[in-house]
């Protein structure tokens, strides 16, 4: 029962084909038996447990939410009432919100089981899920002797849909880490438009850039999964006054008479064969489909991925200055003084990477800089965002590979953190123009990695994701799920 889509354990727990407790209890046993993939920071067995309990009661007495009794992961960057939140880092060790996140209070609201909070890479700040002060997470598709990193950041969420540790996992995409993850996993990642998750309760990194969405088996789950999760929020003045679509209708509709764009300075030197490969398969598939293949440029691309970390370590660096071991969290043990404290506070609380960032991030917002760098990322995101938006004048949507390559082996990852940041490369696009993205699992490569195409589509426009989403899925060359050793 552990390997059942979300969709399909929904039906089975209606039809009481078996329990929530007995599900719950299922991956409870999993995850102790797979910890070595360091998927989860925190479990919360007895709270599970005890929601399980609660949802069956409901399942009998006809009162079920839209998720009832389903057992879910929650990325450790959620605020959880009660349960510890940490965000991959050491500054937050030991810090249990008063409050729980919008997301993750639709939904509980929903029915939902919480099984834990799984890592990341700290802050948010990795493509790899090898940044966490609590290790590295193991891709469930390493082979015996050679370990992959999952993607990141949300590579626990990924790890543990993958690995069958739960049905589905919430997870948050800055510059492609909902996408990127699910390519490297053989998963569905769909990051929603800016503004169509609330951020209320989300540990801030890029407060422009970070969006939630989820990691799931199938594309009908992400439509189920995302429909409880959308909506307006008024704690959160970027949240969007948009209504909320059954997204689940639009599994199964045809794509015939579509135009799909086909971005030319996508295809760029050093990507692998086999992903050149694969966005081919992915342009028949539509083709067969119906749809119309249409050449389109985006012409500031090539700017995408500098810009991208102007901006990100610029509000990182704003963002993170709230930790400073007065308040909550880590506090140096070691302080002569109040500067002494707040020194070593951060000195020892963040890990490199993120202590790179902020540097970045304070460097260009700096009074001598700020015009030179800041203020001119800006200006070349609006030339990006206005390329995407007259290329959607022509098509309806476009698809790219998610990732250059497929998932790498530890030992593999550049010691250079710009070759590190090359990860992002197709994915950071959607985020510097707020738009909608999904990762489709489309063939494995001459590795027997998993490989993913990803789809973009105008702002609001899920749905389009959803249905083109579901005809790549239907059609893909790539196996079920392996069973993890």
């Given at each position: 029962?552990?390997?059942?889509?979300?969709?399909?354990?929904?039906?089975?727990?209606?039809?009481?084909?078996?329990?929530?407790?007995?599900?719950?209890?299922?991956?409870?046993?999993?995850?102790?038996?797979?910890?070595?993939?360091?998927?989860?920071?925190?479990?919360?067995?007895?709270?599970?447990?005890?929601?399980?309990?609660?949802?069956?009661?409901?399942?009998?007495?006809?009162?079920?939410?839209?998720?009832?009794?389903?057992?879910?992961?929650?990325?450790?960057?959620?605020?959880?009432?009660?349960?510890?939140?940490?965000?991959?880092?050491?500054?937050?060790?030991?810090?249990?919100?008063?409050?729980?996140?919008?997301?993750?209070?639709?939904?509980?609201?929903?029915?939902?089981?919480?099984?834990?909070?799984?890592?990341?890479?700290?802050?948010?700040?990795?493509?790899?899920?090898i940044?966490?002060?609590?290790?590295?997470?193991?891709?469930?598709?390493?082979?015996?002797?050679?370990?992959?990193?999952p993607?990141?950041?949300?590579?626990?969420?990924?790890?543990?849909?993958?690995?069958?540790?739960?049905?589905?996992?919430?997870?948050?995409?800055?510059g492609?880490?909902?996408?990127?993850?699910?390519s490297?996993?053989?998963?569905?990642?769909?990051?929603?438009?800016?503004?169509?998750?609330?951020?209320?309760?989300?540990?801030?990194?890029a407060?422009?850039?970070?969006q939630?969405?989820?990691?799931?088996?199938?594309?009908r789950?992400?439509?189920?999964f995302?429909?409880?999760?959308?909506?307006?929020?008024?704690?959160?003045?970027?949240?969007?006054?948009?209504?909320?679509?059954?997204?689940?209708?639009?599994?199964?509709?045809?794509?015939n008479?579509?135009?799909?764009g086909?971005?030319?300075?996508?295809?760029?030197?050093?990507?692998?064969?086999?992903v050149?490969?694969?966005?081919?398969?992915?342009?028949?598939i539509?083709?067969?489909?119906?749809?119309?293949?249409?050449?389109?440029?985006?012409?500031?691309?090539?700017?995408?991925?500098?810009?991208?970390?102007?901006?990100?370590?610029?509000?990182?660096?704003?963002?993170?200055?709230?930790?400073?071991?007065?308040?909550?969290?880590?506090?140096?043990?070691?302080?002569?003084?109040?500067?002494?404290?707040?020194?070593?506070?951060?000195?020892?609380?963040?890990?490199?990477?993120?202590?790179?960032?902020?540097?970045?991030?304070?460097?260009?917002?700096?009074?001598?800089?700020?015009?030179a760098?800041?203020?001119?990322?800006?200006?070349?995101?609006?030339?990006?965002?206005k390329?995407?938006?007259?290329?959607?004048?022509?098509?309806?949507?476009?698809?790219?590979?998610?990732?250059?390559?497929?998932?790498?082996?530890?030992?593999?990852?550049?010691?250079?953190?710009?070759?590190?940041?090359?990860?992002d490369?197709?994915?950071?696009?959607?985020?510097?123009?707020?738009?909608?993205?999904?990762?489709?699992?489309i063939?494995?490569?001459?590795?027997?990695?998993?490989?993913?195409?990803?789809?973009?589509?105008?702002?609001?426009?899920?749905?389009?994701?959803?249905?083109?989403?579901?005809?790549?899925?239907?059609?893909a060359?790539?196996?079920?799920?392996?069973?993890?050793?």
């Amino acid at each position: 029962m552990y390997k059942l889509s979300l969709s399909d354990t929904k039906k089975a727990l209606l039809t009481r084909k078996f329990s929530s407790v007995e599900l719950t209890q299922c991956f409870l046993n999993r995850i102790e038996k797979h910890e070595y993939l360091n998927a989860f920071i925190t479990v919360c067995a007895d709270k599970a447990l005890e929601a399980a309990r609660q949802s069956d009661q409901k399942i009998s007495t006809n009162s079920a939410g839209e998720l009832e009794g389903i057992p879910l992961a929650v990325k450790d960057l959620f605020m959880t009432k009660g349960i510890r939140t940490t965000a991959g880092s050491k500054m937050l060790y030991n810090f249990i919100p008063p409050y729980e996140s919008t997301v993750t209070e639709k939904l509980l609201n929903a029915g939902a089981v919480f099984l834990g909070k799984t890592n990341m890479d700290e802050f948010a700040m990795g493509s790899a899920n090898i940044t966490s002060h609590y290790g590295p997470v193991i891709n469930p598709w390493s082979k015996k002797g050679l370990k992959l990193v999952p993607g990141g950041s949300s590579g626990g969420s990924a790890a543990a849909v993958a690995g069958h540790l739960c049905v589905a996992a919430t997870a948050s995409d800055t510059g492609g880490s909902i996408r990127q993850p699910a390519s490297f996993c053989g998963l569905v990642g769909l990051k929603p438009t800016y503004g169509r998750c609330s951020r209320y309760g989300m540990v801030a990194f890029a407060s422009s850039l970070d969006q939630a969405g989820a990691i799931t088996k199938t594309v009908r789950d992400a439509a189920i999964f995302l429909k409880v999760i959308f909506g307006y929020d008024s704690r959160d003045s970027t949240s969007a006054q948009e209504s909320v679509v059954d997204l689940e209708s639009f599994v199964g509709q045809s794509v015939n008479g579509m135009k799909i764009g086909i971005p030319r300075e996508y295809s760029i030197d050093g990507m692998s064969v086999d992903v050149t490969n694969a966005w081919q398969l992915g342009m028949d598939i539509m083709r067969s489909a119906g749809a119309e293949i249409v050449d389109v440029s985006l012409p500031h691309t090539k700017y995408a991925l500098p810009t991208y970390y102007i901006i990100s370590p610029a509000e990182a660096s704003a963002n993170l200055a709230r930790y400073d071991g007065v308040r909550y969290g880590f506090r140096t043990e070691d302080a002569k003084s109040l500067d002494d404290m707040y020194k070593k506070t951060r000195q020892e609380g963040f890990g490199t990477e993120v202590k790179r960032r902020i540097l970045v991030g304070t460097y260009v917002l700096s009074a001598g800089y700020y015009d030179a760098y800041y203020r001119k990322a800006l200006q070349v995101r609006q030339l990006i965002k206005k390329d995407f938006a007259e290329a959607f004048e022509r098509v309806d949507m476009l698809l790219m590979p998610t990732t250059p390559h497929s998932a790498f082996a530890f030992g593999e990852e550049p010691d250079d953190p710009v070759s590190m940041y090359l990860n992002d490369i197709f994915t950071v696009t959607a985020n510097m123009a707020e738009l909608p993205g999904i990762s489709i699992p489309i063939c494995l490569d001459k590795f027997h990695r998993p490989l993913g195409l990803q789809l973009m589509a105008p702002k609001f426009r899920e749905d389009l994701l959803i249905q083109g989403g579901h005809i790549l899925e239907q059609n893909a060359d790539f196996p079920a799920l392996e069973e993890i050793a």
